[in-house]
């Protein structure tokens, strides 16, 4: 996919591109188990699938990317890449029907899909750094809206002020800080998004690029500076994509989860991304699910270690065209959801959108998103794409129209996107 916004319910405030493949706009808007569950349940037919959490949903998966999200046959079936456990295929969802993050997107990451950064390409959505009014728009998106989530794209570069293996740059850090600050003013959670593609100037992490060592360096002194912090999150790294060897790759994620929780960050989110630009479409088969759920904790444990994935709703999943046509349920989203759940594991949709005032993108889109809100058990919300720094025009802007103190959003976010909206609540746009 190119690049996109991303709501766990939120709002992404990066400049960037659609997700994947397409050409970058260098200043574009970038784009837990929560609780550790240890009991088990009984799917219907028999079937056993474990839990890890509180976040329960209560709807079975449609299979039709058209059709309401209403309950779907079962049949018996054993999930692609589970362990053994006979799973029922659309066992019914167990939880509330409510998403625990909603989120947007924002910071200029400045970085193309093949890692390669430009200096002075990034800045923050803030007034100060002559940016786009950033604060403004996440207070009216989490007061307003309901959003309590944030995106924040950053390039692996612009911490080191693009020198491989140096420590974080204090000015620059002052920088990015700044708006992880006017984030967390909102009492919004907000996420951090080295925004490389497995990456550093064409190089991949840990195959004949950077080391895992000095990945984890980076990541280490960042979790440090925001360990005391609840309300941080960390996305390891933005849509990994043509990695040689996902395996390798699932060790270069484990060095960076090693060196965040030996910061002293112990109890944070962290976001774990597979191959194919973490596409939730092919997490499961290319075997990105399989390497990723041998992360661990410190302690052996996999409490707060999500899923990381994305998903635009247009024709080739790039992220780039206003029209949408699929919400994506019957190939991704509900394949994924029997996955988790026979696995007992979450995801996070950290990125995904469609055209801002599209017909097709208000139907399909709010029906996306209520599917995962019933299945909130193993979806823990999602981003949307995009806003901060991003222009109105913008095919996928999220970017509240101002007036004075007054924000208007986009017709995309005011009828499905944005929390208030009620597509969690299962509108299904139809």
Not at 81 to 107: R, V, Y
Not at 189 to 204: K, L, P, Q, T
Not at 381 to 394: P, R
Request: proline content about 5%.
């Amino acid at each position: 996919m190119l690049k996109a916004v991303y709501p766990l319910l939120g709002i992404s405030l990066f400049a960037s591109y659609a997700r994947g493949q397409g050409a970058v706009f260098s200043q574009s808007l970038s784009h837990g188990q929560i609780k550790g569950w240890t009991g088990a349940t009984t799917c219907v037919q028999g079937a056993t699938c474990s839990f890890v959490n509180d976040f329960r949903s209560t709807t079975s998966p449609t299979s039709t990317p058209t059709t309401p999200i209403s309950s779907v046959a079962s049949t018996s079936s054993t999930a692609p890449g589970s362990t053994g456990t006979s799973c029922a295929s659309n066992s019914p969802a167990k939880g509330s029907g409510t998403l625990k993050f909603t989120s947007l997107q924002g910071f200029d990451f400045g970085c193309n899909s093949d890692g390669s950064c430009s200096p002075g390409a990034a800045f923050p959505p803030l007034l100060q750094y002559f940016g786009a009014d950033g604060a403004g728009q996440m207070t009216h998106f989490v007061k307003d809206d309901g959003y309590n989530t944030f995106r924040l794209p950053v390039a692996w570069q612009f911490f080191t002020n693009y020198v491989l293996g140096d420590p974080i740059n204090a000015d620059n850090m002052a920088k990015y800080d700044a708006l992880v600050q006017a984030c967390l003013a909102t009492g919004a959670f907000c996420i951090i998004d080295m925004h490389n593609y497995a990456r550093w100037e064409r190089g991949i992490i840990g195959q004949g690029g950077p080391t895992n060592a000095q990945f984890a360096q980076t990541w280490g002194e960042i979790a440090a500076i925001y360990k005391d912090n609840p309300k941080i999150i960390f996305g390891i790294m933005n849509e990994p994509h043509d990695v040689p060897d996902i395996n390798l790759w699932a060790a270069s994620v484990q060095a960076a989860v090693t060196a965040i929780r030996k910061a002293g960050a112990t109890t944070q989110i962290i976001l774990l991304p597979g191959n194919n630009w973490t596409s939730a479409a092919t997490f499961v088969s290319n075997g990105s699910a399989d390497a990723l759920k041998k992360v661990v904790n410190l302690d052996g444990s996999t409490t707060n270690l999500i899923f990381d994935v994305h998903k635009y709703l247009d024709f080739d999943n790039s992220g780039t065209n206003p029209e949408c046509t699929t919400n994506n349920i019957a190939e991704a989203w509900a394949p994924l959801a029997q996955w988790l759940r026979c696995n007992g594991r979450q995801a996070f949709n950290t990125e995904t959108g469609g055209g801002y005032n599209t017909a097709s993108c208000l139907t399909l889109m709010c029906q996306q998103i209520a599917f995962q809100a019933q299945n909130s058990d193993v979806f823990l919300g999602y981003v949307g794409w995009a806003a901060g720094n991003f222009f109105t025009g913008y095919v996928l802007s999220e970017l509240p129209a101002q007036n004075g103190t007054t924000w208007t959003d986009t017709p995309l976010v005011a009828k499905c996107m944005a929390p208030n909206a009620g597509a969690q609540k299962g509108s299904t746009g139809q």
